[in-house]
């Protein structure tokens, strides 16, 4: 089912997104995220992973391989931080309720009340006062200010190497956030005699936020940000295998735009051309489009393929026995922290995840169309970032505290 010009909102073709809107999507997705960041902060600390010095950058000699070095005991902490940070959100359950209490039929009072969701889902995050874990969150924004910051030269620390990585996972929700920004511009750009309802505000609304081009630009703009990430490792290591390593990276990160961009386009030209079709003759657009289809398909296939070795091979130094190994675990490292069998199921998973995250990041693939299809979708993903991020972590732990056991990617 195509959403139409005419309706008032941005539509979904699913009616349970009339419950459950995409606004309100976007804000449990974001909260289940720190919740699986949390709940990796506990996991590894359980495991014996001082995260907390790796996170931070630290790389002074350490010749004791000490599990016992992060206590279990203060692993609690991690859930603590989670609950603190995610406590506002009972507080919108009433502005839910009055969303779903508001007929259909005057849509910019719904837009009203999203907005509002919005303003104070803002100032709790920016709020200056040492409550609701003010440093955690002057944490986030620092860090988040590193990611973005546009420079060639800065250096590039673990911690914001996996932030700019978790952000590549909510690529899709950035995106699904600018559909609502754009829906939410109806209540702030003027129509025709300035009336909210006209059907030119309701057509700019639907037309710029179903079909533009700033949808799979926002959804590649993680990607790119970790491409520079990887350009910057890149230009500050000596030449040699280290180098194309990182080059190597960022060619992976490269791949994601032709998967995003092909088919954004080939979203809007099929709508630019839907209003031309029933006649059956076949158009130049018609070639293009199935050129477009084929591209897409082939672009898909490499960068799917490639981000699954890169994330077993090289990012947790798995799925292969290199020269000289000579342990009993097929496809394992000589060291490891976690029973043998989460490895192989993290593979598993890691590649079914993957193919299905690929299919999300299309924007002319119908998944909406399935009953809570893109939510589940971004959801998995989200899951598969937190399992990703055990082996990630693991893996860099490792190489600093057993130095043989280092990548000779």
């Given at each position: 089912m195509e959403p139409h010009?005419?309706?008032?909102?941005?539509?979904?073709?699913?009616?349970?997104?009339?419950?459950?809107?995409?606004?309100?999507?976007?804000?449990?997705?974001?909260?289940?995220?720190?919740?699986?960041?949390?709940?990796?902060?506990?996991?590894?600390?359980?495991?014996?992973?001082?995260?907390?010095?790796?996170?931070?950058?630290?790389?002074?000699?350490?010749?004791?391989?000490?599990?016992?070095?992060?206590?279990?005991?203060?692993?609690?902490?991690?859930?603590?931080?989670?609950?603190t940070a995610t406590e506002g959100l009972p507080a919108h359950v009433p502005n839910w309720w009055c969303y779903l209490l508001v007929p259909e039929d005057i849509p910019n009072v719904k837009r009203f009340i999203i907005l509002a969701t919005g303003i104070v889902l803002i100032g709790i995050l920016t709020l200056p006062f040492h409550i609701l874990a003010y440093a955690d969150r002057m944490r986030f924004f620092r860090a988040l200010g590193r990611v973005l910051y546009p420079s060639l030269t800065a250096p590039v620390f673990f911690c914001d190497v996996i932030m700019a990585d978790i952000l590549t996972s909510f690529a899709r929700v950035f995106s699904d956030s600018w559909a609502s920004l754009c829906d939410l511009s109806a209540l702030l750009l003027p129509g025709s005699g300035g009336d909210p309802q006209t059907p030119d505000r309701i057509n700019f609304s639907f037309e710029q936020c179903g079909y533009s081009v700033f949808g799979p630009l926002v959804i590649c703009l993680p990607y790119l940000l970790r491409f520079r990430q990887c350009i910057n490792e890149a230009l500050s290591s000596p030449a040699?295998?280290?180098?194309?390593?990182?080059?190597?990276?960022?060619?992976?990160?490269?791949?994601?735009?032709?998967?995003?961009?092909?088919?954004?386009?080939?979203?809007?030209?099929?709508?630019?051309?839907?209003?031309?079709?029933?006649?059956?003759?076949?158009?130049?657009?018609?070639?293009?489009?199935?050129?477009?289809?084929?591209?897409?398909?082939?672009?898909?296939?490499?960068?799917?393929?490639?981000?699954?070795?890169?994330?077993?091979?090289?990012?947790?130094?798995?799925?292969?026995?290199?020269?000289?190994?000579?342990?009993?675990?097929?496809?394992?490292?000589?060291?490891?922290?976690?029973?043998?069998?989460?490895?192989?199921?993290?593979?598993?998973?890691?590649?079914?995840?993957?193919?299905?995250?690929?299919?999300?990041?299309?924007?002319?693939?119908?998944?909406?169309t399935l009953p809570l299809g893109g939510f589940t979708l971004e959801w998995l993903e989200v899951l598969r970032r937190w399992l990703w991020v055990y082996f990630r972590v693991e893996r860099e732990w490792l190489d600093k505290k057993v130095p043989l056991t280092a990548s000779t990617d």
């Open positions: 010009p005419d309706d008032p909102i941005l539509v979904e073709p699913s009616d349970w997104a009339k419950i459950f809107p995409l606004y309100y999507r976007i804000l449990l997705l974001g909260c289940f995220g720190v919740w699986c960041w949390c709940l990796n902060l506990h996991g590894l600390r359980i495991a014996g992973i001082d995260a907390r010095t790796i996170l931070q950058g630290s790389t002074g000699p350490d010749d004791n391989f000490d599990c016992s070095a992060c206590s279990p005991e203060a692993a609690p902490s991690s859930l603590e931080r989670s609950r040699g295998p280290v180098r194309r390593r990182h080059l190597a990276n960022a060619a992976k990160y490269a791949s994601s735009f032709p998967v995003v961009l092909l088919s954004g386009y080939e979203k809007y030209l099929s709508w630019k051309t839907k209003d031309h079709d029933g006649d059956g003759t076949i158009t130049p657009r018609d070639h293009i489009l199935t050129l477009l289809s084929q591209l897409w398909l082939l672009s898909a296939i490499v960068n799917t393929l490639y981000s699954i070795y890169w994330d077993t091979a090289v990012d947790w130094n798995l799925g292969y026995t290199a020269r000289g190994r000579t342990h009993c675990h097929p496809f394992l490292r000589p060291h490891i922290i976690f029973d043998n069998a989460l490895y192989y199921a993290a593979i598993a998973i890691n590649v079914l995840l993957r193919t299905t995250w690929t299919l999300k990041i299309s924007p002319h693939l119908p998944i909406e």
